[in-house]
T-cell receptor
Framework: KQEVTQIPAALSVPEGENLVLNCSFTDSAIYNLQWFRQDPGKGLTSLLLIQSSQREQTSGRLNASLDKSSGRSTLYIAASQPGDSATYLC???????????FGTGTQLKVEL | DAMVIQNPRYQVTQFGKPVTLSCSQT?????MYWYQQKSSQAPKLLFH???????NEADTPDNFQSRRPNTSFCFLDIRSPGLGDAAMYLC?????????????FGDGTRLSIL
């Protein structure tokens, strides 16, 4: 059974700092990994998707890496801004199924 | 423009009174999903439709059912809601099952049980 863990559970940083969020998963037979952002009381916004054959994906100030063999992914946020404050969730799709297995997220607060 | 639309945003129902949550999509995607997210927990897949084929997760309670009358709409029916069913319900879509296709989520419906 796939299990996804995100560390830390919460993070507070000053504006402008670069930061890394971590995601680990127990079953390396993944199809893809997706990073999402969730604002309070809202749904999920897809940030990046990394296919199993890829090592990283970039979008603006965000860079996600994937090391499938070690069961790890990181989300790097450059030059953080207060508007980046949200909960960040990673989710893996395992094997050929359609199901996403989510971590419980990292709650990020970027302070002025 | 919202592409996955969930109505209503907030729903209150009484213990044991059937309730239906609605999801529509303008993406013409083949796959539609329903997830349940309880407070401070990870979203958990309840079931999904690939076109008209219904796929139920093994641990989804019988109390939860779904209908997909056409490509654009999918409904979540809770036959007899209990207090433990209070949660955010998230609808998502994907074009197909290939590995490069992301899942796109709506804003969710927050369900409260009185």
């Amino acid at each position: 059974k796939q299990e996804v863990t995100q560390i830390p559970a919460a993070l507070s940083v000053p504006e402008g700092e670069n930061l890394v969020l971590n995601c680990s998963f127990t079953d390396s037979a993944i199809y893809n990994l997706q990073w999402f952002r969730q604002d309070p009381g809202k749904g999920l916004t897809s940030l990046l998707l990394i296919q199993s054959s890829q090592r990283e994906q970039t979008s603006g100030r965000l860079n996600a890496s994937l090391d499938k063999s070690s069961g790890r992914s990181t989300l790097y946020i450059a030059a953080s801004q207060p508007g980046d404050s949200a909960t960040y969730l990673c989710a893996v799709r395992t094997g050929g199924g359609n199901k996403l297995t989510f971590g419980t997220g990292t709650q990020l607060k970027v302070e002025l | 423009d919202a592409m996955v639309i969930q109505n209503p945003r907030y729903q209150v129902t009484q213990f044991g009174k059937p309730v239906t949550l609605s999801c529509s999509q303008t993406l013409n995607h083949n796959v539609m999903y329903w997830y349940q997210q309880k407070s401070s927990q990870a979203p958990k897949l309840l079931f999904h439709y690939y076109d008209k084929d219904f796929n139920n997760e093994a641990d989804t309670p019988d109390n939860f059912q779904s209908r997909r009358p056409n490509t654009s709409f999918c409904f979540l029916d809770i036959r007899s809601p209990g207090l433990g069913d209070a949660a955010m319900y998230l609808c998502a879509t994907s074009r197909d099952s290939t590995e490069h296709q992301p899942q796109h989520f709506g804003d969710g419906t927050r369900l409260s049980i009185l």
